[in-house]
């Protein structure tokens, strides 16, 4: 897909826990951009036009094989759309 | 494949299916065209509404959980929450609570908020067997089932509460019987009683997208601020459960959208009422988050503005400009009134809170200060000398109670006390003509909403009407609180409540001596 | 060293809610019974369907079987959403393994032809059934009266959504990892003699009216088939070796039996209902004998199979 992508705001929220933090590294790591704010059990993401998730950088950190279905049991919320969803990354970003 | 031929037994290395393709053999590739039945007998309710679908496959599934995979999340997520809960329970934390008074958001939710998680449980089943397309119909059968799990987790972190506390005990049958929670129930009544596109887009999209933050994030925070751990863990748990469901509400407008061009208007008149029928339900949130909570999260207006202004307004709506669709009709009402929303409805609960079960305060003057910070615009100008008034009152010993019962809106249910846009001053009153009769409604939003389908408001369960006709239980006050199933201590004023004096007596300094 | 911790001792003013107080005295009760007992709302609807015009929303109507108080049934079970899905996370959990360990040792390639005919030609379009039985089991989820029957429906709904799966996943192994012997199967499922007579019941069972009577019309199938093809030929399985083909079936007995934990403890409540227990045995009896034989109909090409392949 090349439509121009909006650069509006998306965001993820994680819980925060133990699990889920390599996981944020991860996403800090692969967007450069990323805003991270902590709230109290909650990590805010948060990018212009789009956030990316890769498998192969979480489960670097992770020390463990990781498949990108266990991104469920971390999230909270999300605004955006999931452009993106297979055996090695997620895509958060608006369509249009 | 025949009986007489063989695949070779070969112990060449499995090719791995990608995730996309193994999910479509798991979901969609179970349905079959019927030959020995009509497809329209097999589904019967997806043409009445308008809607046009070209092509089911077009449906998109980006959360590919299969049903083990559900399984094994799902049960992981209910062993921690279990677990939170349990600790509560044995350490005595409601004792860590701000104040007891804090409950009575608590006692709204259990009354309002989990009977309509029970019938989003029952009614996406329904989308669970009419949809036409299998993808849709898985996605709805795990919504339902997380339905369930929100309105049993709901019903089990608050069964604690409910031993030591009043206005919980008795819910569901309070959610069929009285005044207030008829604002909730008519709410999923109507969306369940129209057809299943009407539904997907209703409560999918406008109720489980549009406005899920505005509902939900201000009785989770409010948890979080106010000790209540047990609720705060609740709210995290049932979240992850909630992006699946928002991002069912998006597929489903985009699917609708762009299957054809004729659905656009419908969809479009669907996002118009939905919208404003879920906002005048919200009023209730906004009445709890402004006044209920003894430390308060956000105004009802922050909340607004950076709900529904900047991430729906700012981010989503750009989004479905694409297909034509514009912001929902009179939003500018719902943003004009946001300085006043909260204390209307407050003063609705507070002046009939004999007759709820919850109980209602005065504001304090410190907590009079925060909503004159947060809304230095209206409050200290319309609503203070109000509550002033109360506080005098109460200072010699009285409590001012509304006596006799208010005229409620036809379509949203709630009594008829909203004000005119430019001026907070004049009551903000409607009337339709149907077949004769006089019809009234709160605002030019239920207005317009009663008019495109009186047929269906007209039959509408109104509880002051029916306390009137003598369908409530009696004739007196007294009478119909017992028909509510309203206890002693549930209802009234917090301040000497059994609430209130036992949380004193709970908190008492030690007595000298041991 | 053992110890006693003292806490400060508050007297609840009541066990648990008030509905449950008034069936079962105040006493401290279930996490089940607080989660299912009178949660359905009964009166006061404010719109009727538009999609059911003589109906409320929520009607005992929707089945000619009545409980007099439908929580006269309870699940035996005792299933409220966690216990539910903790088993079926254990059960696919298991049954994961199960794969796992016949793909990493091939043993579905090594089927003798018999039984990988079988499979192939019965078990696998079986997933088609389940998936039909699935929209029988959730009309019962949205239209049964009363939490505690309709419960059990949802999860029954889910159970064959999840056996389909399961199905499917052995139609993968089989086909060495991609979907040609699931793409086979379904063309069975449409074209293939010996499975029309299945495939004409499912659907006509999948527009009857009433949930309660699809329900019942897909279980005198489940009777028949799950002992079929599962429970009664595991010896034969192992002794013939198709040891691939007894770890899979010990899935679906498991499964059979929880199913007919709930299911017949329904339908004993409505056949010893006091109000409609007689008016419930005449509905019961009618549903047996339409039933009943379309059912042995149905499934007797799949035993002719049975006994041509592995049986011989």
């Not at chain 1, 933090?21 to 990018?47: S, W, Y």
């Not at chain 2, 609960?349 to 919850?358: P, V």
């Not at chain 3, 199960?98 to 499979?119: M, V």
């Amino acid at each position: 897909m090349t439509e121009q992508t909006t650069l509006r705001p998306v965001g993820i929220d994680l819980q925060e826990s133990e699990e889920n933090r390599a996981l944020i590294d991860a996403i800090k790591a692969d967007n450069p951009e990323l805003t991270v704010r902590h709230m109290p059990g909650l990590v805010k993401l948060q990018a212009a036009g789009q956030i990316v998730i890769k498998r192969e950088t979480v489960e670097a950190r992770l020390g463990r094989p990781w498949e990108t279905g266990e991104f469920q049991l971390a999230i909270v919320s999300y605004a955006g759309n999931f452009s993106e969803w297979d055996d090695d990354q997620i895509i958060v970003r608006w369509k249009h | 494949m025949s009986l007489t031929e063989r695949p070779p037994a070969t112990s060449a290395p499995a090719k791995k299916l990608p995730v996309k393709q193994r999910y479509s053999l798991l979901t969609r590739d179970l349905d079959w065209e019927p030959s020995y039945v009509n497809r329209a007998d097999l589904y019967p309710y997806t043409s009445y509404e308008g809607i046009v679908v070209h092509d089911w496959d077009g449906w998109e599934d980006p959360f590919r959980l299969t049903v083990d995979a559900y399984h094994k999340y799902q049960s992981e997520k209910d062993k921690r929450l279990y677990a939170v809960l349990d600790s509560f329970a044995q350490s005595q934390g409601h004792l860590t609570l701000s104040d007891a008074s804090y409950l009575n958001s608590i006692k709204l939710f259990i009354q309002g908020v989990t009977p309509l998680e029970y019938a989003a449980h029952r009614h996406f089943a329904y989308l669970a067997r009419y949809l036409e397309g299998p993808a849709p119909r898985f996605a709805a059968l795990c919504q339902s089932i997380d339905e369930l799990r929100h309105a049993q987790t709901q019903i089990h972190t608050i069964s604690n509460y409910n031993k030591y506390y009043g206005g919980f005990h008795s819910w569901s049958k309070m959610h069929d019987r009285v005044w207030y929670l008829s604002v909730t129930k008519s709410l999923f009544d109507d969306a369940m009683s129209a057809g299943p596109f009407e539904f997907l887009v209703s409560i999918s999209f406008s109720f489980e997208y549009l406005l899920t933050n505005l509902l939900f994030v201000p009785f989770m925070s409010g948890a979080s601020f106010n000790g209540d751990m047990p609720t705060m863990s609740f709210g995290f748990s049932a979240q992850s459960d909630e992006s699946r469901h928002m991002t069912l509400g998006l597929e489903a407008i985009k699917f609708l959208l762009e299957q054809d061009e004729a659905n656009v208007p419908i969809i479009q008149g669907w996002i118009d009422k939905w919208f404003w029928r879920s906002y005048r339900m919200s009023a209730l949130v906004a009445g709890m988050m402004d006044y209920m909570l003894p430390k308060p999260v956000m105004s009802w207006k922050e909340a607004f503005e950076l709900y529904f202004e900047d991430q729906m307004l700012g981010g989503l709506f750009p989004d479905l400009a694409y297909y034509g669709i514009t912001p929902p009709r009179h939003v500018q009402d719902a943003i004009a009134e946001k300085d006043k929303l909260s204390h209307e409805v407050y003063k609705i609960l507070h002046n009939f809170s004999f007759a709820a079960a919850f109980t209602t305060s005065t504001p304090s003057d410190d907590h009079m200060a925060w909503l004159s910070a947060q809304y230095p615009d209206t409050f200290d100008r319309y609503y203070r000398p109000t509550w002033e008034k109360h506080r005098s009152v109460e200072a010699g010993g009285g409590r001012v109670f509304f006596q006799g019962l208010p005229q409620l809106c036809q379509v949203c249910q709630i009594p008829i006390a909203f004000t005119e846009r430019d001026d907070p001053t004049r009551i903000s009153f409607r009337h339709s003509e149907f077949r004769g009769e006089t019809f009234h409604t709160c605002s030019d939003g239920c207005q317009w909403i009663f008019d495109r389908e009186p047929e269906k408001y007209v039959q509408a369960w109104l509880p002051v009407h029916q306390i009137y006709q003598g369908n409530c239980g009696g004739p007196t006050v007294p009478d119909v609180l017992a028909w509510y199933g309203i206890q002693e201590g549930d209802n009234g004023e917090y301040a000497g409540s059994p609430d209130q004096q036992q949380w004193a007596e709970w908190h008492q300094p030690a007595k000298g001596g041991n | 060293m053992q110890y006693e911790l003292r806490y400060q001792v508050i007297e609840p003013r009541r066990h648990t809610y008030q509905n449950v107080i008034d069936r079962l005295g105040d006493q401290p009760a279930s996490r089940y019974l607080e989660g299912t007992l009178d949660v359905e709302p009964r009166e006061n609807f404010h719109y009727r369907p538009t999609w059911a015009k003589d109906r409320e929303l929520y009607d005992a109507r929707y089945s000619a079987l009545r409980l007099d108080d439908p929580y006269s049934f309870l699940d035996p079970r005792q299933f409220f959403y966690t216990p539910y899905v903790t088993s079926r996370a254990t059960m696919h959990d298991e049954f994961g393994k199960t794969l796992a360990y016949l793909e990493e040792r091939n043993l579905f390639g090594r089927l003798p032809d018999g039984w990988r005919a079988l499979a192939a030609t019965v078990v696998v379009p079986l997933r088609h059934f389940e998936s039909g039985a699935q929209l029988v089991s959730v009309a019962g989820a949205r239209f049964a009266h009363g939490t505690s029957i309709e419960q059990c429906c949802t999860f029954a709904a889910f159970d064959r959504i999840g056996n389909a799966q399961m199905l499917s996943r052995v139609g993968i192994a089989l086909g060495n990892g991609g979907g040609d012997v699931l793409a086979s199967a379904k063309l069975d499922w449409q074209h293939a003699d010996h499975l029309q007579p299945l495939r004409q019941l499912i659907e006509e069972v999948m527009v009857l009216d009433d949930w309660a009577e699809g329900l019942l019309a897909v279980d005198a199938v489940d009777r028949l088939l799950y002992p079929l093809l599962y429970a009664d030929l595991d010896e034969a399985a192992l002794l013939g070796g198709a040891g691939a083909y007894s770890l899979v079936a010990q899935h679906f007995t498991a499964w059979f039996k929880d199913q007919r934990r709930w299911l017949d403890a329904l339908v004993s409540a409505w056949r010893g209902d006091e109000r409609h227990g007689g008016a419930n045995a005449a509905v019961l009896d009618r549903i047996d004998t339409e039933w009943g034989p379309r059912a042995a109909t149905a499934v007797a090409p799949l035993l002719a199979v049975v006994q041509q392949e592995v049986q011989a």
